[in-house]
T-cell receptor, first 111, second 114 residues
């Protein structure tokens, strides 16, 4: 799996958008970008994934650059409950390719 | 039911004990996973079961023994563990052995080996 690079920590004011960057410069053509988050003392939670188009769901938006070498997860209106470690993972979507977690970004949402 | 249930939530065991961790899901998922997570570190994959068969063992020591009795249940049998095995053990499942549908994780079992 391609490696990802994320800032170790970020702060965000409550109610503002949280923009979490991820670099994946060695991503292959068949690899997707996945985002998970892990709130303290819980298991990781799937957020969103995409291949090359931007994606949006009820939790977040995923913006992938045209060259696919980086992406940004956007939480449009961060709340205190969004405080968590956010993991960006790239992996091919086929059997045998498992989720391999990197260091992630520790997002702190502050009042 | 959209959850993965892990029991127990906490476990303290001695180095000579034998214990088991249990993971259950009723979402019809046919792939199940065990991850180990040390404090302030990301989860690390241990085992993958696909259609009740062990498909991946990430060079895990034999003192950890997985078992998948049926499509809804995954166990992790523990024997002669070391204090460095203390960690959060996470179970996950997915619709198939691909990632298109996302993994559903349980809340984990926090294991302390004394």
């Amino acid at each position: 799996d391609a490696k990802t690079t994320q800032p170790p920590s970020m702060d965000c004011a409550e109610g503002r958008a949280a923009n979490l960057p991820c670099n994946h410069s060695t991503i292959s053509g068949n690899e997707y970008v996945y985002w998970y988050r892990q709130i303290h003392s819980q298991g990781p939670q799937y957020i969103i994934h995409g291949l090359k188009n931007n994606e949006t769901n009820e939790m977040a938006s995923l913006i992938i650059t045209e060259d696919r070498k980086s992406s940004t997860l956007i939480l449009p209106h961060a709340t205190l409950r969004d405080t968590a470690v956010y993991y960006c993972i790239v992996s091919a979507n086929n059997a045998g390719n498992m989720l391999t977690f990197g260091g992630g970004t520790r997002l702190m949402v502050k009042p | 039911d959209t959850e993965v249930t892990q029991t127990p939530k906490h476990l303290v065991m001695g180095m000579t004990n034998k214990k088991s961790l249990k993971c259950e899901q009723h979402m019809g998922h046919r792939a199940m996973y065990w991850y180990k997570q040390k404090a302030k570190k990301p989860p690390e994959l241990m085992f993958v079961y696909s259609y009740e068969k062990l498909s991946i063992n990430e060079s895990v020591p034999s003192r950890f023994s997985p078992e998948c009795p049926n499509s809804s249940l995954l166990n992790l049998h523990l024997h002669a563990l070391q204090p460095e095995d203390s960690a959060l053990y996470l179970c996950a499942s997915s619709k198939a052995n691909t990632q298109a549908y996302g993994y559903t994780f349980g809340s984990g079992t926090r294991l302390t080996v004394v």
